[in-house]
């Protein structure tokens, strides 16, 4: 029930491990206490990146505090969802302290915050993650070094893992497949490294310079090991979603078949609660609204083919057909987590040229003219983009809102919508950007509407 630290009541917890299994005590509390308490709508939020338990509530309550003054009628249940995740304690969230720690080469390295949440998400990996740790510190110049360090980041991430969640980290399916095989680990290291190092630096000088020459590629391996950390997030928010959270949900409504459930979530947590759909059983339709808060996955998640390959589509395709109401997907220009460094860690397998050569060919300018503050992420983005930079792609028939005008006419019954939310979400540095920056009334007012909630 209700913590004293939570800004909202009846509030209830489900803690879900990274191959699904939930906590059944807390399940079975929310099954029994959503009837007692004559729960009418029961909001259910995802977090994305973060280390602990305290950072996920702390979360919760402050996007959670203004629902009961906005809807003072409603019936309104609050369920956090908690799953094996993290963030690397360097990235910028607005009204929270950020930590940066320079090594004596003057890049970033692990410090000890960042060291214990990687060894929280990835147990029984102490050796490795401090072997990655003394490679950033030291930078070693001889060659190969590098090529070693991707060896150990690829093991610490295991980057084909056996078990349930070997097949949730793909975003689009060609005539069936999986496509899921990211450059940054099947590619040489310092050539990732370096094109990381050189998105870094465009994004740290606002786009508006650009430096000649190769950066050190160790000025990357920092971003490497972020991003290759945050891929195995990836896939576990896909397990947890389909084999954890979408059958929870089926239960609940069995339980208590009046409950409209209402899934909101944030970063990869949106990608958790759009994979709980997949994982529905059959009729259920107590799903009421989804509402994605800057979506850490590909932009064509939810589309029947691709544009550029009419053979794939997205790994979510028709599944907003499961939603009794509309899917609702928030996106802001300001999110440079999601519109920089996610092309350039994501690319679709069976696609030849790859994430390389274009920030490659970009940096040589052969590109053809573009503007100064027209980036290596814009480049990419159009194929490798993701929901929370510029909203769903390639479903027919979504229509677009500024967020001013989606508070103020009734959202679609149904279907994807996509709302440009870059009004209140643009605050933070580089290189998360206004990725973190979702605490605000007007999201929490989008929640209400997507759902239908007075």
Not at 13 to 39: C, I, M, P, S
Not at 175 to 191: H, I, K, L, R, S
Not at 367 to 396: I, K, N, S, Y
Request: proline share 8%; glycine share 12%; hydrophobic share 40%.
């Amino acid at each position: 029930m209700a913590q004293s630290a939570m800004s909202v009541t009846p509030y209830w917890e489900l803690t879900f491990d990274a191959d699904g299994d939930v906590d059944g005590a807390q399940r079975d509390r929310l099954l029994a206490g959503a009837k007692q308490r004559k729960v009418h709508d029961l909001i259910v939020f995802s977090h994305g990146w973060n280390s602990d338990r305290s950072g996920a509530t702390a979360l919760y309550s402050r996007f959670f505090a203004p629902f009961p003054q906005l809807v003072p009628g409603a019936r309104i249940g609050y369920v956090g969802v908690l799953w094996p995740s993290m963030r690397f304690s360097d990235e910028p969230i607005p009204d929270l302290p950020r930590s940066v720690v320079a090594g004596v080469n003057g890049g970033p390295v692990l410090d000890e915050e960042t060291r214990h949440a990687l060894l929280e998400t990835f147990p029984g990996r102490a050796t490795v993650v401090e072997q990655i740790a003394r490679m950033l510190e030291q930078r070693p110049p001889e060659a190969g070094e590098l090529e070693e360090f991707g060896r150990l980041v690829r093991l610490l991430v295991d980057g084909v893992p056996a078990g349930p969640q070997a097949p949730f980290a793909a975003d689009t399916v060609a005539e069936g497949v999986p496509q899921d095989e990211p450059e940054m680990f099947a590619g040489a290291t310092a050539a990732v490294c370096e094109t990381f190092a050189q998105a870094l630096g465009r994004l740290r000088s606002g786009g508006g310079s650009r430096e000649f020459g190769l950066p050190n590629p160790w000025d990357g391996a920092h971003e490497l090991l972020r991003q290759a950390t945050y891929y195995a997030m990836k896939r576990r928010a896909g397990t947890v979603g389909e084999r954890g959270l979408g059958p929870l949900i089926g239960r609940l409504a069995a339980a208590a078949p009046g409950v409209r459930v209402h899934l909101v979530g944030h970063s990869f947590g949106a990608r958790l609660v759009s994979f709980a759909l997949r994982g529905l059983p059959r009729g259920v339709r107590t799903v009421k609204s989804v509402t994605l808060l800057q979506g850490a996955f590909s932009h064509y998640a939810f589309a029947t083919r691709l544009p550029h390959d009419p053979r794939a589509g997205g790994v979510l395709q028709g599944q907003q057909n499961r939603v009794d109401g509309p899917l609702v997907c928030c996106f802001s220009q300001h999110d440079s987590a999601l519109g920089t460094m996610y092309p350039l860690a994501s690319r679709m397998a069976g696609d030849a040229r790859g994430v390389l050569a274009e920030p490659e060919a970009v940096a040589a300018g052969d590109t053809g003219p573009a503007p100064a503050e027209f980036g290596v992420g814009d480049m990419l983005g159009a194929r490798w983009g993701a929901l929370g930079h510029d909203g769903v792609q390639a479903v027919p028939g979504t229509p677009a809102y500024p967020l001013a005008k989606a508070l103020t006419v009734p959202l679609p019954a149904s279907g994807c919508v996509n709302i440009d939310a870059a009004a209140v979400v643009r605050r933070g540095g580089a290189p998360a950007g206004a990725h973190c920056d979702i605490v605000h009334p007007e999201l929490a007012r989008i929640v209400l509407a997507a759902g239908r909630i007075h």
